[in-house]
């Protein structure tokens, strides 16, 4: 229920942006897009999961090619259609396996079953190592669609990855989190690097996509505690990101920090992002934190000696976001007489929204992961009978 109804207000934001200036083309992908991803959050058959799952990247797809801005959007739709399908074909196969309908895959290579079945999720999660069409597809994409993509499209994989992965151990348990913290810290230095602005937010969005990894993986309570918390916070900060680097971009019509010096430095405007900043990078008491804070402690249980490395993701996570606010609400003004001010209106609504969905969420999550979790997880694993994987074989619970 709380992934329908983040749903619902990234739509109702992308509208309010986009709804003046586009035809009707938009509306209709806009409508059809929101149509899907309902029906995958409300989905209870494997086929029908996977379905919906897939059509989602077909109005996405448009949003980039037909609404882009630059000529490189061809390449962004390509990376974005070849590695969403090409990593979903083995998981198309494993779900008609679990079905009956066919008896020609072998189950004896239970690690590599698992490793194809939650490439499909990783890829639209993102994790590092297949996460390199989420940065082009951000760029190139209108505002309508970096909002979608962030808010909606990453929550599919991490909600299909929370339901279908199985208890992980051994080999297969430690290269996922390995991956997912080093992933998280080579792209935080990436945005430290980072000259284009919707870059930089893209790149961040991999970095709190690891958690989620780190959340699933572990196998704990805990953990998927801060799987879902991860999920609900980042689907509200993100998109509004966005939205600011939108009304950048309208102002200056360039991305590049360093030629947008100041553009945010009008009082409102620099008050909004200081706090979507300190929201993303878990200022108390946002619902980042407490993700965050679960993190460790889930991610302690297991490697004791990682304390080092999640330290090390936190620290340049505040590093990057402090040097985007700097960079945006310092030195010179630009002029923003030419912007529709219906814009404020949704910032502040988007803003006021937020500061009530720490509590809103905590209380979503609790209810969420007590239902869904205990319920809905339990009876799909019962019913699909998952394996428990280790690194030399597969254990039936």
């Given at each position: 229920?709380?992934?329908?109804?983040?749903?619902?207000?990234?739509?109702?934001?992308?509208?309010?942006i986009?709804?003046?200036?586009?035809?009707?083309?938009?509306?209709?992908?806009?409508?059809?897009?929101?149509?899907?991803?309902?029906?995958?959050?409300?989905?209870?058959?494997?086929i029908?999961?996977?379905?919906?799952?897939?059509?989602?990247?077909i109005?996405?797809?448009?949003?980039?090619f037909?609404?882009?801005?630059?000529?490189?959007?061809?390449?962004?739709?390509?990376?974005?259609?070849?590695?969403?399908?090409?990593?979903?074909?083995?998981?198309?196969?494993?779900?008609?396996?679990?079905?009956?309908?066919?008896?020609?895959?072998?189950?004896?290579?239970?690690?590599?079953?698992?490793?194809?079945?939650?490439?499909?999720?990783?890829?639209?999660?993102?994790?590092?190592?297949?996460?390199?069409?989420l940065?082009?597809?951000?760029?190139?994409?209108?505002?309508?669609?970096?909002?979608?993509?962030?808010?909606?499209?990453?929550?599919?994989?991490?909600?299909?990855?929370?339901?279908?992965?199985?208890?992980?151990?051994?080999?297969?348990?430690?290269?996922?989190?390995?991956?997912?913290?080093?992933?998280?810290?080579?792209?935080s230095?990436?945005?430290?690097?980072?000259?284009?602005?919707?870059?930089?937010?893209?790149?961040?969005?991999?970095?709190?996509?690891g958690?989620?990894?780190?959340?699933?993986?572990?196998?704990?309570?805990?953990?998927?505690?801060?799987?879902?918390?991860?999920?609900?916070?980042?689907?509200?900060?993100?998109?509004?990101?966005?939205?600011?680097?939108?009304?950048?971009?309208?102002?200056?019509?360039?991305?590049?920090?360093?030629?947008?010096?100041?553009?945010?430095?009008?009082?409102?405007?620099?008050?909004?992002?200081?706090?979507?900043?300190?929201?993303?990078?878990?200022?108390?008491?946002?619902?980042?934190?407490?993700?965050?804070?679960?993190?460790?402690?889930?991610?302690?249980?297991?490697?004791?000696?990682?304390?080092?490395?999640?330290?090390?993701?936190?620290?340049?996570?505040?590093?990057?976001?402090?040097?985007m606010?700097?960079t945006?609400?310092q030195?010179?003004?630009?002029?923003?007489?030419?912007?529709?001010?219906?814009?404020?209106?949704?910032?502040s609504?988007?803003?006021?929204?937020?500061?009530?969905?720490?509590?809103?969420?905590?209380?979503?999550v609790?209810?969420?992961?007590?239902?869904?979790?205990?319920?809905?997880?339990?009876?799909?694993?019962?019913?699909?009978?998952?394996?428990?994987?280790?690194g030399?074989?597969?254990k039936?619970?």
């Amino acid at each position: 229920m709380s992934l329908v109804i983040l749903s619902f207000w990234v739509f109702q934001g992308m509208y309010v942006i986009n709804s003046i200036k586009m035809g009707s083309l938009f509306h209709y992908l806009c409508v059809s897009l929101l149509s899907v991803v309902l029906c995958f959050f409300l989905s209870s058959k494997m086929i029908s999961f996977y379905i919906f799952f897939e059509l989602s990247l077909i109005p996405t797809l448009f949003l980039v090619f037909f609404f882009g801005y630059q000529p490189e959007k061809l390449q962004a739709s390509m990376y974005l259609l070849m590695y969403t399908v090409m990593s979903s074909l083995p998981l198309l196969m494993i779900f008609i396996k679990m079905s009956g309908y066919i008896l020609f895959i072998s189950t004896s290579t239970s690690v590599s079953m698992v490793l194809f079945m939650t490439l499909g999720f990783m890829v639209k999660t993102p994790m590092y190592l297949v996460h390199v069409w989420l940065p082009k597809a951000h760029v190139e994409a209108p505002v309508a669609g970096s909002m979608v993509l962030a808010g909606i499209l990453l929550k599919l994989g991490s909600y299909g990855l929370i339901l279908f992965c199985p208890v992980l151990s051994g080999v297969v348990l430690y290269f996922y989190l390995s991956l997912s913290v080093w992933g998280s810290i080579f792209c935080s230095m990436i945005c430290i690097r980072q000259s284009d602005l919707k870059g930089l937010i893209a790149y961040s969005s991999v970095v709190h996509m690891g958690v989620v990894t780190v959340g699933v993986v572990s196998g704990l309570e805990i953990g998927y505690s801060c799987a879902l918390m991860m999920v609900i916070a980042h689907g509200v900060c993100s998109p509004m990101l966005f939205a600011v680097a939108f009304l950048v971009y309208s102002s200056s019509h360039t991305r590049v920090l360093s030629n947008n010096k100041g553009s945010l430095s009008t009082p409102v405007l620099s008050f909004i992002l200081f706090l979507l900043l300190a929201i993303n990078m878990g200022v108390p008491p946002s619902v980042n934190l407490w993700s965050e804070v679960y993190m460790f402690i889930s991610f302690i249980n297991m490697m004791t000696v990682s304390i080092f490395f999640l330290v090390v993701i936190a620290f340049v996570g505040v590093v990057y976001n402090l040097f985007m606010y700097i960079t945006l609400s310092q030195s010179k003004e630009f002029d923003f007489s030419k912007t529709d001010y219906i814009y404020w209106p949704l910032l502040s609504a988007c803003l006021l929204g937020f500061l009530l969905f720490p509590f809103l969420g905590v209380f979503s999550v609790y209810f969420s992961y007590l239902n869904a979790i205990s319920i809905t997880l339990t009876m799909f694993r019962l019913s699909l009978c998952l394996p428990e994987v280790t690194g030399d074989m597969c254990k039936s619970k």
